[in-house]
């Protein structure tokens, strides 16, 4: 069976940072494109990063764009997404995602809230 695991969300205070990582389990993470995305409450999904499967590209949107980071570890079967000068508007649960085939797969998701 497919998982995937988020961890390392909290809160932070605004300008700070904060480092996710998903870690998969029942696959091999590196043949495949990876994305993190984030859910607010009160809006829709988000995609904020993705990566694909050897690292060498990666793609944000302008919300996020040159504060946050996507990277992988193959060798370790997972994916971090560095998030620095947070703002409270990146507050949301951000949830790791992996494109299998025909299924949409997806972590339980990790809170960031970003307050002071």
């Known amino acids: 069976q497919v998982q995937l695991v988020e961890s390392g969300g909290g809160l932070v205070q605004p300008g700070g940072s904060l480092r996710l990582s998903c870690a998969a389990s029942?696959?091999?993470?590196?043949?495949?494109?990876m994305s993190w995305y984030r859910q607010a409450p009160g809006k829709e999904r988000e995609l904020v990063a993705t990566?694909?499967?050897?690292?060498?590209?990666?793609t944000y949107p302008d919300s996020v764009k040159g504060r946050f980071t996507i990277s992988r570890d193959n060798g370790k079967n997972t994916v971090s997404l560095q998030m620095n000068s947070l703002k409270p508007e990146d507050t949301a649960i951000y949830l790791c995602?992996?494109?299998?085939?025909?299924?949409?797969?997806w972590g339980q998701g990790t809170q960031v809230t970003v307050s002071s």
């Open positions: 995602y992996l494109r299998l085939g025909y299924r949409n797969v």
């Open positions: 990566i694909t499967s050897a690292g060498e590209s990666t």
């Open positions: 029942g696959i091999t993470l590196r043949s495949y494109a």
